[in-house]
């Protein structure tokens, strides 16, 4: 297996062109990454019974032990920024993306996934703020892949600060036989500026998937996709820490080795998909607006139930798309404590009985099932956004009899003990002390039948903003009618000054963020900072299938 070329692949551009032209004029080019596209039919997926099977947890990645060296070639220290300051203490070698037979429903049949190790979702990375890591990703795919999807990869942590080439974006993709390192120094933003960063830009839920140019949505749609946490001193991922009096003790899961203990903090990824009448995983890949399934996942399971006991549970939901939005409440409407806002913990915990997810927003809330009557013995997680096509939700609250139930929650009997906690301040927001240079707008609409920013379809080649390294910029961010579009920046979290005019403090958008959902007409007024690292990032809209076609725009550091 040999390495990439970290060398710009100039196919980037024309892979741009070809996607303009063919779809512009409404025809399909003939080339061998388009070949699949056709007027597919949407199918309704076969019946599945609901509740049959268990919630499945995504195993951990594991590093390896520190005395065992990477086995192939060495790291040339040369393909990354800060290798040295930053030097890798946990290695993860032969991280696999495969082709794997998955059944997300016994009813269903087998469908050929892409996947991380075989798993679905991907093996959780458990990182340490201080901790720098180095993962090998090898694509293992075969050269040719069924129905949808390509067998060309790159994997991007989102939310994660990390360096140009390491950010797992278009410009570095992986062909079938060869592997890349990927370097994450696990440091907080500012670090060029402050030994160690700014501690207030920490963060916490981040997930990592494909990032293919113009395939991102199908790969993800196939399995590409798996958490990635991040845990600090305040973090620190135990709810029993009691000899570190500044550590947050929310509910935690024990690893051990690949296995866990006592899982109180839960990861739940969302992802809707459509299946044929073979009951094989499938996709309508030419419907531009967006895909909808009619089966909701969750982690990979259709309909699965999970039990829990009368104690808090940290929940991190990730809607992991490809166009779905989710409006997430409890089938009995209890309230829960909203601690963070992607990939960030928020200044302190809202009481809230819903949150609303935007494609690959994440909420992380603490439940406490104890505050139930011990006659109540089942409640569902249920979706009461209505959405009948890929432009967006319609803006409608499903009555909750009507909404989509995601996971069915089984409440043990019995009192048990809970020495997790839920403090009343999280993390600050981190000032704006850094002065804005410029500011500029980017707003996304639909032209020519084609998703753009700013009227622009995405071309690799071309820079679009040239910001200076280590400065601070407002971004105004835009949307017209008829469509929500979730628009997701790279490198660095943003803070929100104004939503449609409107302060945020005090509500959910009020901490930092990685994705704004933007609905119908909306506005968002963002400050950013830029910081560290050097070269090119992307910034573009998280409904994955507008991504694709072709809403996205390149921003250097310079
Ligand atoms: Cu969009």
Known sequence: MRRTSSAFDPSLSRRSFVKGSALAT?????????????????????????WVTPLPFPRYATPLPSWQPLAGPPVDPS??????????????????????????????????????CGCLPGPTFMMKYGKPALVRMKNCMPNSIPNFGSPETTTHVHNGH??????????????????????????????TMTPGGDPLEA???????????????????????????????????????????DAFRLPSGIPDGKRVKNRYDIPLMLIDMRFDQNGVQTMDT??????????????????????VERRKYRFRILDAGPSRFYDIWFSNSMEFQHIGNDGNLLPAPITVNHVKL?????????????????????I???????????RGPTGNTLPMAGADKLLKLIIRPGAVADPSRVPKSLMPRPAQDMPVVRERSFHFDRTNGMWTVNGNIVDLTRCDAAVQRNTAEIWNLSTAGGWAHPIHNHLEEQQILTYNGQPVLGTGLGGRK????????????????FRDYLGKYVMHCHNVVHEDHAMMIRFDLV
């Open 162 to 191: 990390h360096a140009s080439n390491s950010d797992g974006t278009p410009f570095w993709q992986l062909q079938p036989g060869t592997y890349r390192d990927m370097h994450y120094p696990n440091v907080c933003a500012g670090f």
């Open 514 to 529: 990685d994705v704004f959902a933007l609905y119908p007409g909306d506005q968002m007024r963002v400050y950013v900072k």
């Open 26 to 50: 409404g025809a399909f080019f003939i080339n061998s990454k388009f070949n699949h596209l056709k007027l597919a039919d949407t199918p309704t997926s076969p019946f599945t019974t609901p």
């Open 286 to 307: 030419a419907n531009l607006d967006g895909h909808l399934g009619d089966k909701f996942t969750v982690n990979g399971a259709i309909s699965p139930y999970f039990e």
């Open 79 to 116: 393909d990354h920024q800060f290798y040295d300051e930053f030097q890798p203490q946990y290695i993860y070698d032969d991280f696999q993306l495969c082709a794997s037979m998955i059944c997300p429903h016994p009813q269903l049949n087998y469908s050929q996934f892409s996947t991380f």
């Open 380 to 390: 569902y997680l249920v979706n009461r956004a209505e959405q009948t096509n890929g």
């Open 203 to 245: 963060k916490h839920t981040l997930w990592y998937h494909d990032h293919c140019l113009d395939f991102t949505s199908q790969n993800v749609y196939r399995g590409l996709a798996g958490f990635f946490f991040l845990f600090d001193d305040k973090d620190t991922g135990n709810e029993r820490d009691v000899t570190n009096p």
């Open 358 to 378: 935007g494609v690959a927003e994440r909420a992380d809330i603490i439940v406490d099932f104890s505050q139930l009557p011990e006659t109540t013995t089942e």
